[in-house]
């Protein structure tokens, strides 16, 4: 198991008392992202397309520890734009440990090397790095040559040094399974803690939105790939239903709220993916969200999602429900043959709306009165 046995009783814990409270929605995973700025220029990414005095904004420490202490999720998963360029990083990592929340940094690594000494190994703390297949396939998702082989290199010295390291990998169109299966047998090698992996979302402003995966695409994927798989001894950081559903074996609907977010404009509505509009206090995220206008059957702009931050939550809960199921997928691996589950229908899906730019010009020009409020020079009258 790449998740730490007391992590996962412990989420268990935390799962099963919120069914006893009889709960409709709670946050198993709060993703907190303190900045946008990052040091790298992703093409499939949406999160740097921001006007600068936007980009550069952070989330104070004292603003992260009171988005976990309103959201109350037993996980914690920093990411951003870049973490590791937010100053009061380790000051923020070190205080939501001390807290006994489970922490995952995530991280491009270019960085790691540099800041490995303002971190301690942490049974409640893993690196996440982010690593989207091999060295042609990784440099070519970032857009830049030899980040691969830096972040190999760091993700070697955080083990040396005695850190848990999983990784991240976004997977996209034109991924081959026999390619994807050697690189998970690679990192494997390498002595990561886990494999964290999804199809990756077409972010609205993302630069390519030609090479992302439609759901169809994703299972065939993902099955190929888990058949591959068969014997080997893979570690996910996932549950074994999400990646049953990956490879197109159950029918779950999203769960956004599951893992909620908060950055720099305030919480957003409806998840991690997907910025609609913005709550000032997480009570106000999980009470005033229209929830049932969103996921795969209910808007076009989730049509094709099968990412983690929207699934997982469902697997989980399902775990819950259907124990036994969990066990036989856990100890027999993702289903890779036969039918799949039915899709959902888009027959009834909302269109898309588009209001990325009023969100960002409201920002932009709250930022700049309260930039012109603090220059402002008052002059008292002479006595």
Not at 123 to 132: A, G, K, M, N, T
Not at 215 to 238: A, E, N, P, S, Y
Request: charged share 25%.
């Amino acid at each position: 198991m790449a998740v730490p046995i007391m992590q996962a009783v412990r989420v268990g814990a935390y799962v099963v008392k919120q069914h006893l409270k009889k709960r409709q929605r709670y946050p198993l995973v709060l993703m907190l992202e303190p900045l946008f700025r990052c040091n790298l220029a992703c093409a499939g990414c949406g999160k740097i397309d921001y006007p600068a005095p936007i980009l550069n904004q952070r989330l104070s420490v004292q603003e992260c520890l009171d988005a976990d202490t309103e959201c109350g999720a037993p996980v914690i998963a920093v990411a951003g734009g870049e973490p590791l360029l937010h100053k009061e990083m380790p000051e923020i990592i070190a205080k939501l440990l001390a807290r006994k929340k489970y922490v995952y940094l995530c991280t491009n690594a270019l960085l790691l090397e540099k800041k490995l000494d303002d971190y301690k190994p942490n049974p409640f703390f893993s690196w996440d790095v982010h690593l989207d297949g091999d060295q042609a396939m990784h440099d070519a998702s970032v857009c830049q040559d030899g980040v691969y082989d830096r972040a190999v290199a760091a993700i070697r010295e955080a083990k040396k040094r005695g850190f848990r390291v999983s990784i991240n990998c976004t997977v996209f169109d034109g991924a081959k399974p026999e390619r994807l299966a050697k690189f998970f047998d690679e990192v494997m090698a390498m002595g990561v803690d886990g494999i964290m992996t999804a199809p990756g979302y077409a972010y609205e402003r993302a630069p390519d939105q030609a090479h992302f995966l439609n759901r169809q695409k994703t299972k065939q994927l993902f099955r190929d790939t888990f058949r591959l798989g068969k014997g080997k001894k893979w570690k996910f950081t996932q549950s074994p239903l999400f990646l049953n559903f990956l490879a197109g074996n159950e029918t779950y609907h999203c769960t956004p709220w599951g893992k909620p977010l908060r950055n720099v404009f305030g919480w957003q509505k409806p998840c991690y993916l997907l910025g609609e509009g913005y709550a000032a206090t997480f009570k106000e995220l999980m009470e005033d969200t229209a929830w049932e206008q969103y996921g795969t059957g209910n808007y076009e702009k989730c049509a094709d999602c099968m990412v983690h931050s929207g699934y997982e939550s469902s697997a989980v809960i399902d775990a819950v429900k259907r124990p036994l199921h969990i066990l036989k997928v856990a100890l027999k691996g993702p289903q890779t043959e036969g039918e799949m589950a039915p899709e959902i229908s888009l027959a009834n899906q909302r269109p898309a709306e588009y209001n990325y730019n009023e969100h960002v010009d409201a920002r932009v020009k709250e930022l700049a009165i309260k930039k012109a409020a603090t220059r402002k020079v008052v002059v008292e009258p002479a006595e």
